[in-house]
């Protein structure tokens, strides 16, 4: 792993029953870079993420993550030990609280910064309420950016698919991670709230110098902010490199389009 790397993925490998839904991949993603995953319908790569964050063990492999300047394998350690090495991740379906205002749901986040003992925040002692109410102003400050601020005392369940899809990211933001993995952020919107999101993943890389890891049927999206990209079928490896390179790639265009080679 090079000194540029915050996350290095070595010949991942996971089986489910008969199928291989992923077969000895590798990749790297840089410090700050905006990197996209992706593949046909069935490829692997929501399958990859699940092992990046431990969702799924793979049968083999490591993955290698930047922390403190130290390079840590995930593979093997518990979900939630996960996020507070500074990985944090959205999802393919939206996972909200309906019952909860967008506010509470974005400071489900921050469950790992808590310093206050659950006695503490009990018994609402002082302790207890400087935190809450610090992270509550960093919850609001994350909705802030994400232009949804003016939403946040509304119950969630009563929003609109593309706010839902906004307080999933601000509750990502929470955790102040090194690299955020977006599953399909795109799914679901529409072309105005598609390139709205890709203002935001930009503005999430330069103002908080994050990398972003992002899955996402949208070629559009991805060739727009992507710095780089690799490309999967079958869980196996195809190419890797700029926008451009993987567009002109006839491996990539034969797993999408089917063409013959000639």
């Not at 009563?158 to 102040?176: C, F, H, N, T, W």
């Not at 490896?237 to 389009?257: C, D, H, S, W």
Request: with cysteine.
């Amino acid at each position: 792993m090079t000194n540029h790397d915050i996350l290095r993925v070595e010949n991942l490998s996971i089986r489910f029953g008969g199928l291989k839904a992923v077969d000895g991949l590798s990749f790297s993603v840089r410090q700050g870079e905006i990197f996209g995953l992706i593949g046909p319908n069935g490829a692997g790569k929501t399958t990859v993420f699940n092992c990046i964050t431990q969702f799924y063990k793979p049968d083999q492999g490591a993955v290698w993550f930047n922390t403190s300047g130290e390079d840590l394998n995930l593979v093997g350690l518990p979900v939630h030990r996960v996020i507070t090495y500074g990985l944090a991740r959205t999802f393919q379906n939206v996972e909200v609280i309906r019952e909860l205002s967008v506010i509470d749901n974005v400071l489900i986040g921050a469950h790992i910064s808590f310093k206050a003992t659950v006695f503490e925040q009990a018994l609402k002692l002082k302790r207890a309420r400087a935190e809450e109410k610090a992270l509550r102003v960093k919850a609001e400050e994350a909705l802030r950016s994400l232009g949804i601020a003016d939403r946040k005392d509304l119950l969630a369940g009563g929003q609109p698919y593309g706010v839902l899809k906004k307080i999933e990211l601000a509750r990502a933001l929470m955790s102040d991670p090194r690299l955020i993995i977006l599953d399909e952020p795109a799914a679901g919107l529409t072309e105005t709230e598609t390139d709205n999101l890709a203002a935001i993943i930009r503005s999430i890389r330069e103002e908080r110098r994050c990398a972003i890891l992002l899955v996402e049927h949208d070629m559009r999206l991805v060739m727009d902010v992507c710095d780089r990209i690799c490309a999967i079928s079958f869980g196996k490896f195809i190419t890797v490199g700029t926008p451009e390179e993987v567009r002109v790639n006839k491996e990539v265009q034969k797993a999408y389009l089917g063409e013959d080679e000639g």
